[in-house]
């Protein structure tokens, strides 16, 4: 009896759903307080051009955009004209973008009309305006990225026969608390909290068997910011593996193709009217004239840049034909893993893979875009923990040059020290895949080395002054070193992703003999 009734108390502590509804709100609230409070005091600190004229940085390129959107009408934003100079700071992201920009210049209009007034605001930088700058971006995030992850560790952990309620809550705070995306939101001043929020709930969608509303998601994602095709072959993939395993594939694939199309349109709608509305903002999304990178970006392109000088030997249309090839190749197997053998953790996986893949070989790649590739190592920071922390290591690396020039020294080193804290937290199962099969001595001795000279990078970067013929030597090492580890964990996370159909066939054989 008494073993029964402790059988039945355990069970009842397993259930996901129990544990949230007496004990999940009040911990995810506490590290959501927590994370809001690191946000915060990011956000104190300097900007993307704070002080810098005359185009200043992001964050005046954020206000520009809500001054653009309040003051014309819809058609004219993306038009190049007297009233709107696309050369400063046109907008060059989706529609959705530019209708977030246009309910916050709401906000900002409210208290301080002088923040968004046509011409004469250009620059402005009272403190006011600022506060409320910042204020948008976190409200962002509370209201998107927030519940997106919530939903997605309920979703993750809801499908797993085991896993412990303190591991959950280590999960949620590690994807919560990203230094990467925190320093470039709220300190260099960026909004992709939205579209990464969205994208998480798409993938939280994925997890809980709701394709319709992934669909959906994800499609309100590629119109916030057109990077998140980074993601779309996994989506892609995943749902047309699931769709083909269907009694009709035909009219799953046609159900979600309409709901993508019917997202599309109402979103597009003002700017169907005419072809040539519509091409004007496509223009804007593709700004091939930037060229193939920007900076020192840690990918294929720039770093072999150093001995190919790709952009002397090619035109643009031939290195834009060459990214594409490029980066569907890389993209390619993980797709065609995911159209054979869909399975919920097939698609994390593939959603590193592929994001990887446009990091690595898309064209006009720029530091920032390593967020992309991170999010998804957070999904899997419970079964990839060192993989996790060493992805983050050196993506914040990579973006080090970048957070230097915006004067954010303090608050990456801080968050750098509270991200391995949280990793090494007490209390959390280490998960299965730390152990390596290379010998112990070698291994310590690899990671001690490697982690060695990311720390000499940084006293470099900051303390030493480079020969003046390379004046850009620091920047071209760091990002030498990042690059050489992207690509180890992408040919890791594509082995591992095709392992996990071998995995499945041998656990199926076992059941049958069963």
Not at 379 to 385: K, R, T
Not at 477 to 501: D, P
Request: net charge neutral; glycine share 6%; proline share 5%.
């Amino acid at each position: 009896m008494g073993i029964m009734a402790l059988k039945d108390g355990n069970d009842e502590e397993n259930n996901i759903w129990w544990w949230l509804v007496h004990r999940g709100i009040a911990p995810f609230l506490s590290i959501s307080a927590f994370a809001l409070l690191v946000r915060v005091a990011v956000s104190i600190h300097p900007y993307s051009g704070a002080g810098k004229p005359p185009k200043y940085g992001d964050f005046e390129a954020q206000r520009h955009w809500m001054e653009i959107t309040l003051n014309l009408p819809v058609s004219e934003w993306y038009r190049n004209s007297t009233t709107n100079d696309l050369s400063y700071w046109g907008l060059d992201y989706p529609p959705l973008t530019a209708y977030q920009s246009y309910v916050h210049g709401l906000i900002l209009r409210n208290f301080q009309p002088a923040s968004v007034s046509l011409y004469t605001s250009r620059g402005h930088e009272s403190y006011l305006g600022k506060l409320l700058m910042r204020w948008t971006v976190l409200s962002s995030d509370v209201l998107t990225f927030f519940p997106a992850v919530f939903y997605f560790v309920v979703m993750y952990y809801s499908g797993r026969q085991s896993g412990r309620k303190s591991d959950m809550a280590w999960h949620m705070a590690i994807i919560l608390i990203n230094p990467g995306l925190i320093l470039i939101d709220h300190g260099h001043f960026q909004y992709n909290c939205i579209s990464l929020g969205l994208t998480v709930g798409a993938a939280a969608a994925i997890l809980s068997d709701k394709d319709l509303l992934a669909c959906f998601l994800f499609s309100l994602a590629l119109n916030h910011k057109q990077m998140s095709a980074y993601f779309a072959p996994a989506f892609f993939s995943h749902l047309l593996g699931k769709c083909l395993r269907h009694q009709n594939p035909l009219l799953e694939v046609s159900k979600l193709g309409l709901l993508v199309l019917g997202t599309f349109f109402l979103i597009w709608w003002p700017y169907l009217q005419s072809v040539d509305a519509f091409l004007e903002v496509l223009s804007r999304l593709a700004p091939f004239e930037r060229g193939l990178y920007e900076d020192y970006v840690a990918n294929f392109w720039c770093t072999s840049s150093v001995l190919i000088k790709w952009k002397r030997l090619f035109t643009i249309p031939s290195l834009k034909l060459l990214c594409f090839v490029a980066t569907v190749s890389a993209s390619l197997p993980s797709m065609v893993q995911q159209i054979l053998a869909p399975s919920k953790q097939g698609f994390l996986y593939g959603l590193l893979n592929t994001s990887l893949s446009f990091y690595l070989f898309s064209y006009q790649v720029h530091e920032k875009s390593i967020l992309l590739p991170l999010l998804p190592a957070s999904f899997l920071a419970m079964d990839e923990p060192f993989l996790f922390e060493w992805m983050m290591h050196y993506a914040l690396l990579s973006m080090f040059p970048l957070l230097c020039r915006d004067e954010l020294i303090l608050p990456y080193i801080s968050l750098h020290a509270l991200f391995i804290l949280l990793y090494h937290a007490p209390g959390r199962s280490h998960g299965t895949r730390e152990v390596t099969h290379s010998p112990p001595n070698l291994h310590s001795f690899v990671i001690g080395f490697l982690v060695s000279c990311s720390l000499i990078l940084h006293v470099m970067y900051l303390f030493v002054r480079p020969p003046e013929k390379y004046p850009f030597l620091f920047e071209a090492m760091i990002m030498l070193l990042c690059f050489s580890q992207f690509v180890i964990l992408a040919g890791y996370t594509n082995i591992k992703q095709w392992s996990l159909v071998e995995d499945s066939t041998l656990e199926n054989k076992e059941k049958k003999y069963l």
